[in-house]
């Protein structure tokens, strides 16, 4: 399984935080439409994930605690060529725990990527995602995510520890 380490938290100045980023990317960001259907599974999460700009769909397996502040994520990625017959057959076999529509702005800095996130119901966010090879120390991948937050400036009370899907739960 690849994996990564990832923190989550609340973007109370969206547009600040855009501007950061940028600053920090070498590249324009991508910018997506994507809604994610969860699946209840005895372990992890699974979720199909759509996009509205033709990119191919990709049913994603992952693992990670719930909690503040970065933790690592186990993930297996696989692409779909139907996603709404995969949808059928995923909802036919397993309950349908939640959908999660979302605006992603992704910027790549080194071996990071920052999602800025306005959520459907939820409101925004930013998400790092710090990539790690095998041979990767996650202690390593756990500072850096901190450092990126730091020059973000990103307030460590604003840590979200659970998934967009989670909270769109409590929500309800």
Known sequence: MARNIEIKARAHHFDTLRERAAALASDAPLIFRQQDFFYDVPTGRLKLRQFDDGTPSELIFYQRDDRDGPKVSY????????????????????????????????????????????????????????????????????????????????????????????MLAEAA
């Open 75 to 166: 993930y297996t990625r696989s692409p779909v060529t139907n996603p709404e017959a995969m949808h059928a057959l995923l909802a036919q076999a397993l309950t349908t725990r939640g959908i999660v529509t979302k605006e992603r702005h992704v910027y790549l800095v080194g071996r990071t990527r920052i999602h800025l996130d306005r959520v459907d119901g939820l409101g925004d966010f930013i998400e790092l995602e710090v990539l790690l090879a095998q041979d990767d120390d996650e202690a390593g991948g756990e500072k850096e995510a901190h450092e990126m937050f730091t020059r973000l400036g990103v307030s460590q009370s604003d840590l979200v520890p659970v998934a967009y899907v989670d």
